[in-house]
Every structure is written in C-alpha cells, then in structure tokens.
C-alpha cells in the first residue's frame, strides 16, 4: 500500500512537471514573440478617436483646445527627460524613453488656444465664462471619454496629460505587450 501512495505521487509529479514544461515552453515562445514586436510610431486608434472627440466636445462648450503633445519616439522622450538636468529649460518629465505612455501611443497633452492663435498652460482661466476652470472642464470630458488624467495622480501633478493604458502597465508595454493583446 505504501509504494502504491509513493509510486502514484511520482506519476503525478511527473505529469504536473510535464503540464509544467510546455507551459513554460508556450510562455517562453509567446514572450520571444512579444520582445521582437516593434514600437508604435502613432497615436493608437481609439486613443487617436477619443482625442479629436475631446477637440470636438471642448469646442461644443465653448472652449478651444490643442493636443500639444500625442505619441513620443524614445529620441523625443530623451530629448524631453534631459530637459532641466543635462540640457537647458525646466524639467518636465521624470519619464526616459520607454517609460512613458506617450512611448506607445496611449498619451496625449492639451493646452488652451486662444482667439488670437496663442497656446497658454493657464489651469484658472475661464474664456467661456461659466464659473469653471476651462481647464478642469476638458479634463472631465476627457475622463468622460476614458483617459486617465495627470491632474489626479497623487505624487506629480501632470494636468496637461491624459492617458488610455488598457490595463496595461509601462513594464507590460516593455515586454511587448499591447492593447489588442488585452482585448482579446
């Protein structure tokens, strides 16, 4: 009875490390898979959708916007990293290349236009004249449409950025990942 118990666990090691085994084996595959996946070079579709939507319903209400900023090449996000450390200007991000949204197409930034061409950073103005931030007002709506907002976040205010991730996080769009991995 002994060696029944002890030859029936070995065959059912055996079988959990065989599962096991081309479990690991498919993993590996699927992540050799995803690590030669190239980066985006645009803004994703819906991201790109949503954007111009936000444009459309910001001018509904009266206010002019500008997406200043959507999908970043990792020279760009160097570019602005170094900004404020080894290069002149103030710093303006913390993220390097890869470490950013904007790196895989799911980020943009706005600014307010004014009637004379001029963009302004200006978080308190008010060019509708409803009592309310227009600044605050185009960050509802982008959340309305399923952005995250800079604003919000609790360690490094960033209010002219809004972002889609998916669910997915920086380390999982480093790996290779991207949005219609998660979709399906």
Request: no cysteine; aromatic share 12%; proline share 4%.
């Amino acid at each position: 009875m002994k060696h029944t118990k002890t030859a029936f666990s070995i065959l059912f090691l055996l079988i959990l490390g065989g599962f096991l085994f081309i479990w690991l084996e498919n993993e590996l595959a699927f992540r050799e898979e995803l690590d030669g996946r190239p980066l985006p070079s645009g803004l994703h579709p819906i991201v790109e959708e949503k954007s111009d939507l936000l444009v459309a319903q910001a001018a509904e209400i009266g206010i002019d916007i500008l997406i200043t900023d959507g999908y970043r090449s990792p020279e760009e996000q160097d570019r602005l990293h170094n900004q404020g450390r080894s290069a002149p200007g103030t710093v303006v991000t913390y993220a390097e290349a890869g470490e950013s949204y904007h790196n895989y197409g799911l980020a943009i930034d706005y600014a307010l236009r004014l009637d004379d061409g001029s963009v302004v950073w200006d978080i308190t103005r008010d060019d509708n004249d409803n009592g309310e931030s227009d600044w605050f007002e185009v960050a509802a709506i982008g959340k309305k449409l399923g952005f995250d907002w800079g604003g919000d976040w609790q360690r490094f205010k960033d209010y002219p950025h809004l972002e889609m991730t998916f669910g997915l996080s920086i380390r999982e769009l480093q790996q290779g990942w991207r949005p219609e991995d998660k979709m399906k």
